[in-house]
């Protein structure tokens, strides 16, 4: 089955334009893939499930028209497929590799997208003033631990704002270990399953419920080797 199929398959609620937009997509990611690290899955089904179908997963706790910013989002995951089923939404993809964004921009231009790609790491972000609790939701898919990703996101989301994690069965455990990260930055955050044919997924929903101590984000690699 060509990747057409799979879309169908895994994505029967996207309209003739939009597969063909995840097509052009897969094609993009295939080509660019040969020069530029951007994912080890490559198989048509693997990435139509695994990455298209797996990146529109908490595509119902996104508020309509909400300002989203997806961290660390490399070959525009979860944040392009989200667009592509949610054009209402704005969309800043952040990254710290100028070769990911190069890619984003042509595939953003190919597919007749508007979003932002930024050239910046997330802990600059979170201290930038244009950034800083400017967005409703931050989405961060395969990207680090809970801990880490709280740090990171908190401070880029308003007062009431989410961000949305997405994890696999060890979810549980990950929160457990944020529960510090969790009272420091003022959120709260629970679990969302789905029950998918590619794996256990759950997407941790973390609320904002006051002003990101100025203290945070701390300076790059902090929150990674240093967690809350």
């Known amino acids: 089955m060509e990747i ?4 169908e398959k895994y994505i029967p609620q996207a309209s003739g334009g939009q597969r063909a937009k995840f097509a052009r997509y897969f094609a993009l990611l295939a080509e660019w ?5 951007l994912t080890a899955i490559t198989e048509p089904e693997e990435v139509a499930a695994k990455h298209f179908a797996d990146s529109l997963l908490p595509i119902e706790l996104i ?3 909400a300002r989203c910013v997806d961290v660390g989002t490399g070959a525009g995951f979860p944040g392009v497929p989200l667009l ?14 100028k070769k990911r964004l190069a890619f984003l921009e042509t595939l953003l231009g190919e597919l007749n997208l508007r979003a932002a790609p930024v050239h910046m790491r997330a802990e600059d972000a979170g201290r930038d003033p244009a950034h800083r609790a400017r967005y409703d939701v931050a989405l961060a898919r395969a990207v680090a631990s809970a801990s880490a990703l709280m740090e990171w996101t908190a401070p880029l989301v308003r007062v009431g704002g989410t961000a949305l994690f997405y994890k696999g069965p060890k979810a549980d455990e990950e929160l457990a270990s944020a529960s510090r990260a969790t009272r420091l930055l003022r959120l709260e955050a629970e679990l969302v399953d789905y029950n998918v044919p590619w794996g256990e997924r759950r997407v941790m929903l ?6 990101t101590p100025k203290e945070y984000p701390r300076k790059a690699g902090s929150a990674e080797k240093n967690p809350l």
């Open 4 to 7: 057409d199929g799979f879309i």
């Open 33 to 37: 893939n040969q020069r530029v690290n």
């Open 63 to 65: 508020p309509k028209g």
């Open 84 to 97: 592509i089923m949610r054009p209402d939404l704005s969309m800043t993809l952040l990254d710290s590799l």
């Open 206 to 211: 973390v609320k904002k419920t006051a002003p």
